[in-house]
Every structure is written in C-alpha cells, then in structure tokens.
C-alpha cells in the first residue's frame, strides 16, 4: 500500500499508487499546479517516507520533505 501525498492534496493521504505489475515500480498520474513548489512525502504501508535519491528540504515543523 502506497500513498503520495503533499502540498497539491493538503497532505491529505488521498492518492493511491499503482503497482505496474512489470516493472515493480509504483506510479500515479497527478495533475500539479504550474509555478509553484511541489513538497511531498510517501505513506508505504502506513509509514512515512521520503525517497532518498531524489531532492529533499526541512520544513519549518523539521519534517524533511521530497521536494
């Protein structure tokens, strides 16, 4: 169970990620705002998550955050 979730759902936890069943790879396909920051996290199996490779900030809370 996989979740994507950030400033474009009010962190929500409202959009479910697929499992493309040949690559393994999870995906959904989300209409985002033009011109503003994209700040968002993964809910995997409940827990919070950030992807490691890809670019990450601290918030004002602390929380770090894909970005």
Known sequence: NVIIT???????????????????????????PINQKIIYKFVVDGIWQNDPMLPEEIDMQGNKNNV
Not at 6 to 32: A, C, H, V, Y
């Open 6 to 32: 950030g400033n474009f759902d009010n962190w929500e936890k409202k959009i479910q990620m697929d499992k493309d069943p040949l690559t393994n790879i999870f995906i959904s396909r989300i209409l985002l």
